[in-house]
């Protein structure tokens, strides 16, 4: 679980870090070539690779997560019971004094 969520957080950081760093690059004439670009050429081109840079890190995330073997991951026992009692509950006919689901039917 800790490796999930240190690949989960790391990849956060990106999706933060990287578009303030292009968009701070481009705005501050880091970057070559953009001192020669109109204002408004260089905000949509900045925004633009910020957008694409975004993207870029989810399907770099998403990639991460779909070689993580499926058998790792086991779903607590406790849990798995009491959704089973609760969908037996809810399938049985069994009138629940929720609120809620009254106001539902």
Known sequence: MA???QKF???????WIL?????????NDLLPGSTT???????LL??????????VVIVFYICLALKEPA????PDASFVAEA???VKKLTS?????????????
């Open 19 to 27: 578009p303030i760093a292009i968009l701070y690059g481009f705005n």
């Open 71 to 74: 058998d790792k991951h086991k």
């Open 37 to 43: 670009l109109s204002p408004h050429s260089l905000t």
């Open 9 to 15: 957080l790391i990849a956060s950081m990106f999706m």
């Open 93 to 105: 006919g069994v009138t629940n004094t929720d609120p809620a689901l009254k106001k539902q039917e």
């Open 84 to 86: 089973k009692d609760s």
């Open 46 to 55: 900045s925004g633009f690779l910020a957008v694409v840079s975004v993207n």
């Open 3 to 5: 490796g999930v969520m």
